[in-house]
């Protein structure tokens, strides 16, 4: 059974820091590119950083760049993104995304059930 399970959500004050975790089991970890996505109260969700397991490549959004830092372990099937100098605007569920892209059909998707991640003023 594919799970993701997100965690290290909470309150922060803005300027803090918080690092989110996304545990991956029940497919191969290499295989997959693992992104986070944010959905903020009443929009759409958004995405905000993927790293490709097998190279270790990233990639930030606008929103992101300079603040957050995405990472694997590899030996754990954990993603990380830590988030630092927090502002209220990044106030959002934080969900993880595995992707798997065979090279024929569409990607297969699987989501973990997101963390509330909340900065105060």
């Known amino acids: 059974e594919v799970q993701l399970v997100e965690s290290g959500g909470g309150l922060v004050q803005t300027g803090g820091s918080l690092r989110l975790s996304c545990a991956a089991s029940?497919?191969?970890?290499?295989?997959?590119?693992i992104g986070w996505f944010r959905q903020a109260p009443g929009k759409e969700r958004k995405g905000v950083s993927y790293i490709m397991i097998k190279d270790g490549s990233t990639h930030y959004t606008d929103s992101a760049k300079g603040r957050f830092t995405i990472s694997s372990d590899n030996a754990k099937n954990t993603v990380y993104l830590q988030m630092n100098s927090l502002k209220p605007e990044d106030t959002a569920v934080y969900y993880c995304l595995a992707t798997y892209y065979s090279g024929m059909g569409d990607p297969t998707d699987y989501w973990g059930q997101g963390t509330q991640v909340t900065v105060s003023s």
């Open positions: 029940g497919f191969i970890f290499e295989d997959y590119v």
